[in-house]
């Protein structure tokens, strides 16, 4: 199983999202760094994981919780999906509001541990 681990900066204040390219790759969005907006983001999200990713960064952003932590699946560009999980924490950088983290793609991970639980 390869692990394939992006890095992702969201600036709050300037609605800024930018991902490097390891982030595409998960995202099935090119292998290119992409800049874009937190919408973004949240039309990629799997419908059943939506609402509550959103919840948990936006629970992040206002200080409910000290650390963004998620598992969730996304809808990549070709229709496939993959699972990820993804973490962060709040910082300040310049006067705004950031929060800065990575994310896994966990595909793999989780088929095997549902192949095992077949056994």
Not at 9 to 38: C, E, H
Request: with cysteine; proline share 2%.
């Amino acid at each position: 199983m390869s692990r394939l681990v992006g890095i992702w900066d969201y600036n709050v204040t300037q609605n800024i999202l930018q991902w490097d390219k390891n982030m595409s790759v998960i995202f099935g969005a090119g292998n290119r760094p992409i800049v874009g907006n937190i919408d973004m983001f949240s039309e990629l999200l799997h419908p059943a994981d939506k609402d509550r990713v959103v919840g948990l960064v936006m629970d992040t952003i206002n200080g409910v919780n000290d650390f963004y932590d998620a598992i969730y699946t996304v809808t990549k560009q070709d229709g496939s999906e993959a699972s990820v999980h993804a973490w962060g924490s709040m910082f300040n950088h310049n006067g705004d509001k950031c929060l800065i983290g990575a994310c896994e793609d966990v595909t793999d991970r989780k088929k095997f541990i549902e192949e095992l639980r077949r056994v």
